[in-house]
């Protein structure tokens, strides 16, 4: 985990209430694909978890949506303000387990941390197809940008304005031989259901301290509760215990 000041290269809207923020660091960033920052925003008491789009050397790209205090404060930050920052947080994806043909399956903002696993999976000479699901045509984004990593996209929604109608797990008949996935949990738990290999799953928990501090973002597993913040995001398919 790393501690400081970062400046703000850019923070533009993606969609009506999706943003994409690029922020830059002094040192080397030492981060993976599937963890997150955990940013403290002036007058909130909680510092606001977002998973890592993207990272280079020195920069890092999030995605985030405007659903409450938090985000809309973030979505309000200039160009050139600095943000404290903790990063690298949360266990990232571990891509070894992939042979050949990789499927990853996201929904929503659960899409963000999935594009520099991609970016990852090809640079490793891997076959990627990707599943993006969002409820409208005017949600949708990203669509381009993971085509032009060269895997093989489909998008979803569900009122059937754009792409295949219906949910990502309607669009997930390809060979594979494992899988990734993030979104919100009625989707994790689809494609836990329907998926018929192992895989990772990325968990969106609300989170008090976002270093596992406190309990307050258990996931129950086979070997007892885990945090999201500290032991995930990421879980493997084979431990996971739903709740009921």
């Not at 890092?60 to 995605?63: D, E, N, P, S």
């Not at 754009?162 to 109608?165: I, M, S």
């Given at each position: 985990m790393q501690k400081g000041l970062y400046k703000v290269l850019s923070n533009i809207p993606l969609t009506s209430n999706v943003f994409k923020m690029v922020i830059e660091s002094e040192e080397p960033v030492n981060v993976s694909c599937g963890q997150f920052i955990n940013i403290k925003l002036e007058g909130l008491y909680l510092r606001r978890p977002i998973s890592i789009c993207d990272f280079s050397s020195n920069t890092?790209?999030?995605?985030y949506k405007v659903v409450g205090t938090g985000t809309e404060a973030l979505s309000k930050v200039k160009e050139g303000e600095d943000?404290?920052?903790l990063i690298g947080l949360g266990t990232g994806y571990v891509t070894t387990y992939t042979e050949n043909n990789a499927l990853v399956l996201g929904g929503g903002v659960g899409i963000p941390p999935l594009y520099g696993l991609c970016k990852k999976l090809v640079e490793e000479g891997k076959k990627v197809r990707v599943v993006l699901g969002f409820n409208t045509k005017e949600e949708i984004f990203f669509e381009e940008e993971f085509k032009k990593l060269g895997v093989e996209t489909v998008v979803t929604t569900v009122d059937g304005s754009?792409?295949?109608?219906g949910f990502v797990t309607d669009a997930m008949e390809f060979d594979y031989d494992y899988f990734y996935t993030c979104g919100p949990l009625p989707m994790l738990k689809s494609v836990y259901n329907k998926t018929t290999t192992s895989g990772q799953f990325s968990f969106e928990e609300r989170m008090g301290c976002g270093f596992g501090?406190?309990?307050?973002?258990?996931?129950k597993t086979t070997t007892g509760y885990k945090r999201v913040c500290k032991e995930g995001p990421v879980f493997y398919k084979e431990e996971i215990v739903w709740e009921k």
């Open positions: 890092i790209t999030i995605i943000l404290d920052c754009y792409g295949v109608k501090a406190c309990m307050g973002c258990s996931q």
